[in-house]
């Protein structure tokens, strides 16, 4: 069966915001109301050069990746191998955007994802880059059909078989993330310093992962705010 383009119809349900700050945490109350977070931003040029792929060292990209109909579909077991010969890390599918790797200023990444039903303990997008001992600044998550903030903070619940809209904003200056999920802002992270950073997005194993992991993006762009 063919996979047919999503439609973006349905507005989010009221939510909370949940926000850290210096080591401390607030709910806001959310008006349910939809923006444009890419109001005030430049998209930047995205052509197949800037999708690298990263994917188990001892598999073509073909049995881990696929772009059909403008989606672009990644897929991890559990039991494969991981990035490269004696890595420690798990296994993962994923695109590095590499030709928008920044040092500075206000970047934002936005596409629209679908994750089926069953994947779980997975990153599906991420900020990459971060001071040590850290890698990451931020890390979007799937647990038991929740979308959560690392595995600390849910941020919407019953995700499974639909398409959502997200667009996460890094403030490098003001050392912070905005996450926004189907056009309503749903949490505001603190930034984990680092030197440089560049956006990834597929399925990354986490702990309690799922045998088989998998997540869809289309609509992928890479903006920039126009003044710093």
Request: aromatic letters at 16%; glycine letters at 8%; proline letters at 7%.
């Amino acid at each position: 069966m063919g996979i047919h383009l999503p439609r973006f119809l349905f507005p989010p349900l009221p939510a909370l915001i949940f926000i850290i700050t210096s080591g401390s945490a607030f709910f806001l109350p959310l008006s349910g109301s939809q923006i444009d977070p890419s109001k005030g931003f430049i998209q930047l040029p995205l052509n197949e050069s800037n999708f690298h792929i990263h994917k188990p060292y001892d598999l073509p990209v073909g049995d881990r990746y696929s772009f059909v109909d403008g989606i672009h579909k990644l897929w991890v077991y559990s039991n494969d191998h991981p990035l490269s010969r004696g890595s420690p890390t798990l296994p993962r599918t994923e695109v590095m955007l590499r030709e928008y790797i920044y040092y500075s200023g206000v970047w934002q990444f936005e596409g629209h994802g679908y994750i089926p039903n069953g994947t779980s303990g997975v990153s599906v997008m991420q900020v990459f880059g971060a001071r040590f001992p850290r890698n990451t600044t931020f890390m979007l998550r799937v647990y038991n059909g929740s979308l959560y903030y690392y595995r600390s903070v849910p941020l919407v619940h019953n995700i499974y078989n639909r398409w959502f809209k997200l667009n996460v904003i890094h403030d490098v200056k003001a050392s912070d993330i905005k996450v926004y999920v189907d056009g309503d802002l749903k949490y505001i992270a603190p930034g984990q310093g680092g030197t440089f950073h560049y956006f990834k997005f597929g399925v990354y194993a986490q702990n309690n992962a799922s045998y088989y992991m998998e997540s869809r993006w289309t609509g992928i762009r890479i903006l920039k705010k126009l003044t710093d």
